[in-house]
């Protein structure tokens, strides 16, 4: 009976047969692990898809991508499921600085990790006592050259393949079912592990506790430095990239021991890329199309033949093949229509740039950074508290097409899943629909646009103004300059230039009416003064019409995010002035505009019960303006007020608002003096 100590490949066989360890290919591991997360269904631009959890972990991790992640998802579980997926490679094609290579780092980082428990741990084996053969010189051990689970060296046990079914059957008591599904992933040794493995029998007399006494199962080493079970191949120039980087080549230090000329051991395929990843690893690949053709030539036979190939000789591969591309340089390849045959092997992933503006801000997070920024003078640098609603919007206006149905806030609101008046989301997936069907991949929704690198470049260059470093802080209004600059210098194409510059003035109206919302909380003395007088008003037109309502026009109300009762006076003026506000004259209009308010409420609380209409910002500006008007005669008066502070009464305004902006609402003083001196221009009036 054959030796079953720990390292063995009977131990081994056994603890596969307990499900103690696993025997599976690179599309299962991966398909179990994106699955094992947990799933979320989202309604993303209209449609329902699914959000993946295991890519929301972690401090910095993907956001949005929902299409592209569920691609991948679909891919990889075909694959799995032992579909055409598993001969060819995905590949994600967009614009720079959109996310395709951060998505495929975090995949295999995630991977490495999930490989790390003890269950779903990666084995392969080696060969020792390879001195005592005579043929292979000094070296001693030899371990499998593509990290081949011992499992198919199980396969592989004897000459005849039914012999070696046996043999499992017989050892680890696996059934007929189970030794069938092992079989599924059967390959046949690589070249040098089979030829040596021969040897080795040659040498025993095929004596099989002999032959397996020379075999050891260690694990799959984890370490990213190492490029083991995740590697990455960048592509290079076309002088220094050769395909030894990634199959391997004749090795000359091999030949100095191995005396047979024959054995396919001379090769080192660890030299390659491939190999290391080849024992049920993710194989990535930077810019494929950037690489010369013969290069390329090398991926179309490793992706359809899952094998390295050298002077003949054969190594299977389980491997996962991701790739990615920018727009251009695949344009460029799909041109030259000898190059077909590659394309057709690969699933490509057109990825957009984000189009959500709240998702944005979590983006533009990373842009700004963790770490406590600092002045050059190492003081700490503040940061505007609308100062990454600023940058978000500016970014993701840049990406909206333009359309006649839907202007381009109407489309920031909806693709953000956000009200945008009468319009509703139908109109945004009959928008997108349309502007997919274009041949030209750029022209689709949110193919183009400002991507996070220049984001980031906006952030540096608002960092690096001499305003940010004597003010100490990074003020929301100064990165509209820093975006101009980067449209200026880095959009190479007029009109993109000539669109990205009016979007930036549409992301400036926005700011302007967030400042006003701001500027009416620091008078009023509360964070949230404009969201409650939005609510009051959705609660008057509410109970305007309640039979419950008395001649003190008092109405009693259960508030859904409470849950208690609360009464509510209902002042009619109010509600007509902010009517009148959003330019509805007729009753007619009125009423239609309540029952849309209403119908929103309705549909919106029973969701989510914090829900508070701040989204409809035509609402809130009405509210704003309704609101200024009534306590100090018009925006104008607190604009006089605040401007012109040569009289007691007005500094004190002046200042108690400053103090509220300090205390409650995370301003810093230069930002609070250049946020009300801002309000006090007629700057970027809509």
């Not at 395909?243 to 005396?259: A, F, K, N, P």
């Not at 057109?350 to 503006?357: A, D, E, F, I, Q």
């Not at 709240?358 to 003081?379: D, F, H, M, P, V």
């Amino acid at each position: 009976m054959a030796r079953t100590t720990e390292g063995s490949l009977v131990h081994h066989i056994k603890q596969v047969k307990t499900s103690k360890r696993v025997f599976e290919n690179a599309f299962q591991a991966v398909s179990r692990m994106l699955l094992s997360g947990g799933i979320e269904k989202v309604v993303v631009n209209g449609k329902t898809t699914y959000d993946f959890k295991i890519f929301r972990q972690g401090g910095k991790h993907p956001v949005g991508m929902f299409d592209e992640i569920n691609s991948f998802v679909s891919f990889v579980k075909d694959a799995a499921e032992g579909g055409s997926s598993k001969e060819m490679a995905f590949v994600l094609v967009g614009e720079p600085g959109n996310g395709k290579t951060f998505l495929v780092e975090e995949l295999c980082a995630l991977y490495r990790n999930f490989l790390r428990r003890d269950e779903w741990r990666k084995y392969t084996f080696r060969f020792k006592g390879m001195v005592e053969l005579g043929s292979y010189g000094r070296i001693d051990f030899i371990e499998s050259q593509t990290y081949e689970d011992p499992m198919i060296l199980a396969m592989n046990l004897f000459d005849d393949p039914n012999e070696s079914r046996e043999y499992l059957a017989k050892t680890g008591g696996f059934s007929d079912a189970e030794l069938q599904k092992l079989y599924e992933n059967y390959r046949p040794l690589g070249a040098c592990s089979g030829y040596i493995w021969n040897d080795i029998r040659n040498y025993t007399g095929g004596k099989i506790l002999d032959m397996l006494a020379r075999i050891e199962v260690v694990p799959v080493p984890l370490n990213e430095s190492l490029g083991t079970i995740t590697g990455k191949y960048p592509a290079k120039d076309k002088i220094t990239s050769s395909s030894v980087d990634l199959l391997g080549e004749e090795s000359i230090q091999r030949l100095l021991h191995i005396t047979d000329t024959n054995n396919p051991y001379r090769f080192d395929l660890r030299r390659g890329a491939l190999a290391r990843v080849a024992g049920g690893g993710i194989h990535f690949c930077d810019e494929i199309y950037k690489n010369k053709k013969d290069l390329v030539q090398v991926y179309l036979g490793v992706i359809q033949n899952r094998a390295i190939e050298i002077d003949g000789y054969r190594w299977p591969i389980d491997t996962l093949i991701v790739a990615t591309s920018n727009n251009s340089e695949f344009n460029r390849f799909l041109a030259e229509k000898e190059e077909a045959p590659i394309v057709d092997r690969c699933r490509i992933c057109y990825v957009s740039h984000n189009t959500n503006y709240l998702l944005q801000q979590e983006l533009t997070g990373y842009a700004l950074g963790s770490e406590t920024k600092t002045t050059i003078n190492r003081e700490l640098l503040h940061r505007d508290p609308n100062l990454n609603y600023a940058a978000s919007v500016t970014a993701v206006l840049t990406r909206l097409p333009r359309s006649e149905k839907l202007s381009s806030i109407e489309t920031m609101k909806l693709a953000a899943g956000e009200v945008a008046g009468e319009k509703s989301i139908k109109t945004l997936s009959e928008v997108i629909d349309t502007l997919n069907q274009e041949p030209d991949i750029t022209k689709r929704f949110g193919q183009k646009g400002l991507g996070q690198r220049n984001l980031g470049r906006m952030v540096q260059l608002l960092i690096e103004s001499s305003e940010t470093n004597e003010g100490q802080c990074m003020v929301a209004y100064d990165i509209f300059a820093a975006a101009e600059r980067v449209i200026l210098d880095y959009v190479t194409d007029t009109q993109d230039r000539a669109k990205y510059l009016e979007d930036l003035k549409i992301a400036r109206n926005l700011y302007r009416e967030r400042v006003m919302t701001e500027m009416f909380n620091a008078y009023m003395d509360e964070p949230q003064a404009i969201r409650k007088d939005v609510m009051s008003y959705v609660n008057m037109i509410i109970g305007i019409d309640a039979e419950n309502l008395g001649p003190d026009r008092m109405w009693k109300y259960k508030d859904p995010q409470s849950g208690e009762l609360r009464a509510l006076k209902i002042d009619e003026r109010y509600v007509k002035s902010i009517e009148e506000r959003l330019g509805l004259k007729s009753q007619e209009q009125r009423e239609s505009f309540r029952t849309s308010i209403r119908k929103i409420y309705g549909q919106k609380i029973s969701i989510d019960p914090e829900y508070d209409f701040m989204d409809n910002l035509d609402l809130v500006k009405a509210v704003t303006d309704v609101r200024l008007k009534s306590d100090i005669a018009g925006a104008g008066s607190l604009i006089g007020a605040l401007a012109n502070r040569t009289n007691e009464e007005n500094q004190k305004l002046y200042d108690r608002m400053v103090e509220t902006m300090l205390g409650k609402l995370g301003y810093c003083r230069t930002c609070a003096q250049k946020t009300i001196e801002y309000f006090c221009t007629q700057e970027d009036e809509a």
